[in-house]
């Protein structure tokens, strides 16, 4: 048996066994009986199709930014889902209201904000990054936000949502937003936000945050930290990666992270944060039926969305206090770095950069790189002993591109790259 399934075998048991603890028996009603037949159908079919999905859980998957949520978490949404808590409001949610605060505060001490930092869980990176755009829309209305053709899709999409002047600046020579250029923008044109990424979704690259701060001292801009998929990599130390990005966030003015990538919850969870809680003026709304439980803040009063899910505070509560999360990110760096130092040595693969977290990009030795990825890319997924990719548009031409985000990946390195080469091989004969 193994772990994974272990420990849901254990906690999905404590999970119903809590509900039943804090439910009392409640009446029933015709309307909510099962029909046997028609759900064993229904079931099966069901099954079948999720039959149909790739193996995330398994190191065999290396492709994309997916995987499960930690048993633990499947526990604790399994429990609070069962009460189906709301969280934009105390009364819809008073439990898993304060969870929320508390994980807010714990992410704010992670990035370095003080104590009163501003946040909420979102349900997605994206609607984090729309909330922290549009407070730089209304903080300085008319400017230009400016971001780097690394940046997410999701920068150029918010602001045309938002109705904002995007910018998009170069990259440089390592795949970072080119900071000359974002300063020559700045003097040039009418700049209020400057957007810098820690961890970008193609590569894993570092913006140099603790540089961009320097464009604040200068123009006075705002600076907003996409850290979506790398933020979680502040809890790492200097022995193992470059940290100098992550302590600067501290000195900026919003961060955005993703849980429910590195942070082992479900999907969504999201979360967005200010340094200064000031900017809470402009979420301010009435809602006469809504806020009348509690003279506290609720958390609806600082969120642009409505309804929230309670049962995403309650698992990532239980995660952060029940796991520790730098051995498992560290695992994931060891991945990538020890598949480079393989790929490095080896006569049918190329690196095409150097990873600086858990994302690993390279590509078959073959004069036509674009139709030997993609030869890769299918035998992989096809092959009886099969290994799951994904591909990077890099420019000149597509690469591979493996996320290692699961520590089950680090003791399988030898053998993805086994594999890889092995179809590399037949790719460009």
């Not at 009392?24 to 039959?51: N, V």
């Not at 898993?96 to 508390?102: H, K, L, P, Q, R």
């Not at 003026?281 to 809504?290: A, E, G, R």
Request: with cysteine; glycine share 6%; net charge negative.
């Amino acid at each position: 048996m193994s772990q994974r399934r272990s420990q849901l075998e254990s906690l999905l048991p404590r999970a119903l066994d809590a509900v039943n603890a804090w439910q009392e028996p409640g009446p029933s009603h015709p309307a909510l009986e099962i029909d046997e037949a028609r759900f064993e159908s229904a079931w099966t079919e069901f099954s079948e199709r999720m039959a149909t999905n790739y193996p995330f859980h398994h190191p065999r998957y290396a492709g994309q930014m997916l995987k499960p949520p930690h048993p633990v978490a499947i526990a604790a949404y399994a429990a609070a889902i069962n009460v189906n808590t709301n969280n934009h409001a105390l009364d819809g949610g008073p439990a898993t209201s304060a969870m929320e605060v508390e994980v807010v505060q714990w992410l704010a001490r992670m990035f370095g904000f003080p104590e009163d930092a501003l946040g909420h869980l979102t349900a997605s990176g994206t609607i984090a990054n729309l909330e922290a755009l549009w407070i730089a829309r209304e903080l300085r209305p008319g400017q230009v936000v400016v971001y780097g053709a690394n940046a997410h899709y999701t920068h150029s999409r918010m602001c045309g949502v938002l109705g904002i002047t995007g910018r998009e600046a170069p990259v440089d020579a390592h795949g970072r937003i080119d900071l000359d250029a974002v300063d020559e923008i700045c003097r040039t044109d009418d700049v209020g936000t400057v957007v810098v990424t820690a961890g970008t979704t193609g590569t894993g690259t570092l913006d140099r945050i603790e540089q961009a701060l320097e464009l604040r001292e200068r123009h006075g801009v705002r600076l907003h930290v996409d850290a979506a998929y790398g933020g979680f990599f502040s809890l790492l130390d200097d022995d193992l990666i470059d940290t100098a990005p992550f302590r600067a966030i501290a000195q900026c003015d919003s961060v955005v992270v993703d849980p429910h990538k590195h942070g082992l919850q479900p999907y969504g969870c999201g979360a967005v944060l200010f340094r200064d809680p000031s900017v809470g003026v402009h979420y301010k709304h009435d809602s006469p039926y809504t806020y009348f439980t509690s003279a506290e803040l609720h958390l609806g009063e600082i969120s642009l969305e409505c309804s929230r899910a309670g049962a995403s505070a309650a698992a990532l509560w239980l995660t952060l206090n029940a796991l520790d999360l730098p051995p498992i990110l560290a695992a994931g760096v060891r991945a990538a770095r020890a598949w480079a130092e393989l790929i490095e040595s080896s006569e049918v693969l190329e690196l095409w950069q150097p990873p600086e977290l858990d994302i690993l990009c390279f590509h078959p030795v073959a004069d036509d790189i674009d139709a030997a990825v993609q030869r890769v890319l299918e035998a992989g997924m096809a092959d009886p002993d099969p290994v799951y990719l994904s591909t990077l548009d890099a420019g000149p031409h597509r690469v591979l591109r493996s996320v290692l985000m699961k520590p089950e990946h680090e003791p399988h390195v030898p053998w993805l790259h086994a594999r890889v080469e092995e179809l590399s091989a037949a790719a460009t004969r």
